[in-house]
């Protein structure tokens, strides 16, 4: 029983250890510099979150920096404060061994899903003089952050690095967090076209009518007259050719009697 209640608290104790490897608030507390930025933090809840990352990296505001945002809506704080956090490992020799003259980095503003034209994104940029520049990654935002010195490193779990002023992207500070964005309700997609029903009269058109049925098929053999019909022109004509041969008939036989008398 005592080596299981061992094995347990043991289990107990390094879950703790690998859910809050760092505190935010401790590292920056170790520094003077960081006291407004450290408060603003915890203010907005921006350092729980950051504690519950396990790899991430804090740009930092000294006192002197600090100033620009100070006075802003609890929201805007947030908002801003949270594209200071980089999720990924970044200290001070990472950054200068970066190998392309710019790179996109993703902060936690991203992540949030309020973003949006590359709010959540920074630029990173090493400069001819060796200086490393920050910035929005907004189209054609400057380059306005050059970073300072490293506050503290724990690998790979939480770089802090200072920079030099706040990187507030434009329009970061009066977006409308209620609206929907695109990556939270995609549009619906358009409905597929169902074929139009026939109309009446394309059904009608499609029936043939009794003249054409008639004249498609073969004659047939005219009825027989019933009584009481008359008989159709053709047919008179023909009895009348009939009868007057019977009759022309009948007067060349008489003539031939007579003929023999004499």
Not at 47 to 58: D, E, F, L, P, Y
Not at 90 to 114: H, P, R, W
Request: glycine share 8%; net charge negative.
């Amino acid at each position: 029983m005592d080596q299981r209640a061992s094995a347990i608290t043991l289990l107990v104790l390094l879950c703790a250890t690998f859910s809050n490897a760092f505190d935010i608030s401790k590292i920056l507390s170790n520094g003077s510099d960081f006291g407004s930025f450290n408060e603003l933090l915890k203010q907005t809840g921006m350092a729980q979150k950051i504690n519950n990352q396990q790899t991430i990296t804090v740009l930092a505001l000294d006192g002197g920096a600090v100033g620009s945002i100070q006075g802003k809506s609890k929201d805007e704080l947030e908002r801003i404060l949270s594209n200071h956090v980089i999720l990924d490992y970044y200290d001070m020799d990472k950054l200068k061994k970066l190998t392309n003259k710019s790179t996109t980095l993703t902060t936690m503003f991203q992540k949030s899903g309020v973003a949006q034209n590359g709010l959540g994104f920074l630029n990173v940029t090493k400069t001819s003089s060796g200086d490393i520049m920050l910035g929005s990654g907004m189209k054609d935002a400057p380059l306005v952050a050059r970073v300072m010195k490293q506050v503290a490193a724990q690998p790979y779990n939480i770089s802090v690095v200072q920079i030099s002023q706040a990187i507030v992207a434009p329009g970061i500070d009066s977006i409308d967090a209620s609206a929907p964005t695109q990556s939270q309700n995609p549009p619906p997609p358009p409905p597929k076209k169902k074929a139009a029903a026939p109309t009446p009269k394309e059904e009608e058109a499609e029936v043939p009518s009794p003249t054409e049925e008639s004249a498609a098929t073969p004659e047939a053999d005219s009825p027989a007259l019933t009584p009481g019909e008359e008989p159709a022109a053709d047919e008179k004509s023909s009895a009348s050719s009939r009868a007057l041969m019977g009759s022309g008939s009948a007067v060349a036989a008489l003539m031939g009697l007579m003929f023999v008398g004499f």
